[in-house]
């Protein structure tokens, strides 16, 4: 592996970073908010706060405050954000103060929570910041004591020169630090040299979390706060005609009653402007209860919507995108699937000739899986605050990426852009959901006709049936074997509704000669959204239970036949796109088999699994262990490896694999999302299953394979494989295979 280069200059600094792989290009520089600003260092925040950069202020009393840029969503990036510029100031990271950034682009430029990339977006960016802020208070401190810079050092927030034993905090410095150029060349530290990453930190708002402290969108209040809700189409393929709000608007506390169209006629949207519904009818009044009762006595009429084309923004391009009319059904959708599998799909790759190996075959291995929509279900359900006056629209929102919402904004409020001020809440949960921000400019409509501050809640049945759900999917793997019991030839087709979560490129691409892989989508009404590892959630269920099915047909050991397929990449690459590691997938499957004391759980009666899945630019390998329980599997054990590079907090990413682990088992078991003549049949939890806690496993044993590499996705990579492991444990402890998901509904017939 190449050294880490020990400098880092502004023009290095100076990139266009593709976000998620999927070619949306964000262009921006993290140098930019290092550059001192004499005018800002004389307008503190507080009085005693003196700014060094946008990341960073100091106290005369030496406290320091780093600001944490990113939306924190769960992941525990609001400690391990900080915790990189922490490292390179050189400071105890226990007299740190961290608070959330607001949306603040000039300041933070790139504010971003998804695709498992914030800490490998941030991992040189955050740490220069901090190497560039340790190095200005040195200078501060030459300057002052008129010695050379290099004779100084740095420990525990203050700057030592040893020859002539003189100290001073970094607030005695901060002020005259604030004020210097900032230095072309910013050493930062080696790996070896890290004191504070790779070191276990608990959450920073961990105790507020857990004692009630506002955090959350809806927690917020303002003096002369209205509360609104909306009232949607109860099905899809649906739209308003009409209303009537006498009744409704004669109740206690109701303010007024009126229709919205969120988006205006003939906006152009881009890739995260997704909507259902987009003609809605407002109830706005005093408090919660009063607004709920309202919605009620609304009189709504709804009328089939038409079939329509639109152009929308796709990651730097655009294409065209169809809404069929009618009422979808998901016995519908599974009718259309089948159909589509029996036809000729778009080619996605193609090695060799995998069509005259299964001429020859001597035997064929096929197998056909399905999932549903899931609704995404965080426990906060989408909130949002908003203030709209001729001097500013101001919001408190949950928003995964606030950048992507401005031009939405300005467009469809008629704001100036510098005229936007978003405040950050936390979120309770988001998985992909509040990447699309659609609410805020619901909340925005309202305040501006109401002319006032107002709090637009959704219930949990407004979360679960305003629609934006994971795609709905199939996809069959064939595998052609001769007589030597040797697979001679992969074959893979599928699709979904409305888009395909087949990756063409990655394991089992690149292991066998012949390979084919194929992709084709059905238009709906019904709209999708990114879900936590999108796609992968999926495809990586499937192909790992068929890896699995496969290597017990010609009768080899499931660990040892994935890893016997991964060293064929690497002695006969096939193919030019494979976009794996071969050596980092070998590794996870390895030492899970160590960890998992895998041969010895073949020698007893326990029911196990395996699978391992690469996404995200991340490895997993899971071993569930479980036993049948009365109408429920008991996940007795989960052992866990992942390759992910660098772990800058092992606590709170040991928190995220548990939860990921957590969250695929209880999706694969028990969720489902189906609609009948286009209304969803779930709207709450009493009808839409969830894990619970007594169904989670007993324990989780997370494992992180040590190296040097820079850090690479982790919130999402180990949800994937682990519904394969599920799947590939049940069918040891029921005899029979599971392709359809929901598992629950096989486990009861």
């Not at 706060?49 to 769960?74: D, H, M, Q, R, V």
């Not at 599920?726 to 599971?738: D, I, M, V």
Request: aromatic share 8%; net charge neutral; charged share 25%.
């Amino acid at each position: 592996m190449e050294e880490e280069k020990k400098t880092y200059s502004r023009r290095s600094f100076l990139k266009v970073t593709s976000i998620s792989g999927g070619g949306m290009l964000i262009g921006f520089s993290w140098m930019a908010n290092l550059m001192p600003n004499i005018a800002l260092s004389k307008e503190h925040p507080t009085k005693d706060w003196i700014k060094l950069t946008g990341f960073i202020e100091i106290n005369a009393l030496n406290e320091i405050k780093l600001y944490s840029p990113n939306p924190e969503i769960g992941t525990n990036v609001m400690t391990s954000l900080p915790m990189l510029i922490a490292e390179e100031l050189d400071i105890e990271w226990e007299t740190v103060i961290v608070e959330q950034g607001n949306y603040d682009t000039p300041r933070f430029k790139s504010q971003f929570t998804g695709g498992s990339m914030a800490i490998n977006m941030a991992w040189i960016p955050l740490r220069t910041a901090g190497a560039t802020a340790r190095q200005m208070l040195m200078q501060a401190a030459a300057n002052q004591w008129n010695v050379p810079l290099k004779e100084l050092t740095t420990t525990k927030g203050a700057v030592y020169h040893s020859a002539t034993s003189r100290s001073l905090s970094y607030g005695a410095l901060a002020a005259a630090a604030s004020i210097l150029p900032i230095p072309d060349k910013v050493p930062i530290k080696q790996n070896t040299e890290f004191s504070l990453i790779g070191t276990h930190q608990k959450n920073v708002v961990g105790k507020k979390i857990v004692t009630g402290k506002p955090l959350y969108t809806l927690d917020y209040q303002e003096e002369g706060m209205l509360i609104a809700m909306a009232i949607h189409p109860p099905a899809f393929g649906m739209q308003l005609k009409s209303f009537n709000a006498a009744d409704a608007l004669k109740m206690p506390g109701i303010k007024d009653i009126f229709d919205i169209k969120v988006y205006k006629e003939g906006y152009e949207k881009n890739a995260l402007d997704t909507i259902n519904f987009n003609h809605l009818v407002i109830v706005a009044g005093q408090t919660i209860w009063e607004v709920m009762n309202a919605r009620k006595k609304v009189k709504v009429v709804w009328e089939p919507i038409k079939e329509s084309k639109e152009i929308v923004g796709v990651w730097g391009g655009k294409k065209e995108e169809l809404t069929p009319a009618g009422l979808e059904s998901t016995e519908g959708h599974l009718k259309k699937m089948h159909e589509m599998q029996k036809k000729q799909g778009k080619i996605l790759r193609r090695d060799g000739n995998p069509e005259f190996e299964f001429e020859q075959a001597h035997q064929i291995l096929e197998r056909t899986y399905t999932a549903p929509f899931l609704a995404h279900n965080p426990m906060e359900p989408i909130s949002c605050f908003s203030h709209i006056t001729d001097e500013k629209a101001f919001f408190v929102a949950p928003i995964q990426i606030p950048e992507f919402i401005k031009q939405n904004i300005v467009a469809n409020l008629d704001v100036a852009a510098e005229k936007i001020e978003i405040k950050l809440a936390r979120m309770g949960g988001a998985f992909g959901r509040r990447l699309y921000g659609h609410y805020m400019i619901e909340a925005g409509l309202i305040s501006k006709k109401m002319k006032a501050p107002i709090k637009l809640i959704y219930t949990r049945e407004d979360e679960m049936t305003a629609g934006l759900y994971r795609p709905s999917y199939m996809v069959s793997y064939k595998a052609a074997i001769d007589k030597n019991n040797t697979v001679t030839a992969i074959h893979i087709k599928g699709g979904g509704i409305p888009e395909s979560a087949i990756h063409e490129n990655r394991f089992p691409a690149g292991a066998f000669d012949n390979y084919l892989a194929e992709g084709w989508e059905i238009p709906s009404n019904i709209n999708v959204a990114a879900f936590r590892a999108p796609g992968s959630n999926f495809i990586a269920a499937a192909e790992q239970s068929f890896l699995d099915e496969l290597s017990e047909k010609i009768g080899k050991d499931p660990i040892d036949y994935r890893i016997e397929l991964l060293q064929r990449t690497k002695e006969k690459s096939i193919g030019k796109n494979n976009d794996y590691d071969a050596d980092r997938y070998i590794g996870v499957l390895k030492k899970v088999k160590e960890e998992s004391d895998w041969e010895n759980l073949k020698l007893t009666d326990k029911k196990y699994g395996v699978a391992a899945y690469f996404c995200h630019q991340s490895y997993v390998a899971h071993v569930v262990e479980l036993s049948l329980g009365e109408g429920a599997p008991i996940i007795e054990k989960v052992t866990t490896v992942i390759d992910c590079g660098i772990v800058v907090n092992p606590e709170g990413a040991k928190n995220m694999v548990e939860g990921a682990v957590v969250d695929g088992i209880g999706n694969s078991l028990f969720g489902a999302l189906t609609v009948k003549n286009g209304k969803p049949e779930q709207q709450n939890f009493d009808q839409y299953r969830i894990i619970r806690h007594n169904e989670a496993p007993k324990k989780i044993d997370v494992h992180f394979i040590k190296n040097d590499i820079n850090p690479t996705g982790l919130g999402e990579p180990p949800f994937p494989p682990v519904i394969a492991a599920l799947a590939n444990a049940l069918y040891k402890a029921t005899g029979k295979r599971f392709y359809n998901q929901p598992f629950q509904n096989d486990l009861n017939n």
